[in-house]
Nanobody
Framework: QVQLVESGGGLVQAGGSLTLSCAAS????????VGWFRQAPGKEREFVAS??????YYADSVKGRFTISRDNANNMVYLQMSSLKPEDTAVYYC?????????????????WGQGTRVTVSS
């Protein structure tokens, strides 16, 4: 069983930066694939970034602006966001995949955090 708790969301001006954190429980968390997803008002939850086997994957919309990383020693996952745009406004969710694939599909993830809200003002 894995529990995920996100933090670090907030209000930021366009062009600014934020770093989201995801604290995970579970002794075998390092074996899990991890991902970040987001859901804007009235829209479906969408893939942002994931990390599996030392490789990071990004949605085209955030490539070059966002960086995913993980600290297995401390069971932490991070999403560094820079050059933020108003269209990045959403609730951001951390997710874990017990198979370790860390795909772009929400259906492949077993565990989800409660989300942290990011608002980018223009």
């Amino acid at each position: 069983q894995v529990q995920l708790v996100e933090s670090g969301g907030g209000l930021v001006q366009a062009g600014g930066s934020l770093t989201l954190s995801c604290a995970a429980s579970g002794r075998t968390f390092s074996r899990y694939g991890v991902g970040w997803f987001r859901q804007a008002p009235g829209k479906e939850r969408e893939f942002v970034a994931s990390w599996s086997g030392g490789t990071a994957y990004y949605a085209d919309s955030v490539k070059g602006r966002f960086t995913i990383s993980r600290d297995n020693a401390n069971n932490m996952v991070y999403l560094q966001m820079s050059s933020l745009k108003p269209e990045d406004t959403a609730v951001y969710y951390c997710a874990a995949d017990s198979v370790g694939v860390a795909s772009m599909s929400i259906y492949d993830y077993d565990y989800w955090g409660q989300g942290t809200r990011v608002t980018v003002s223009s």
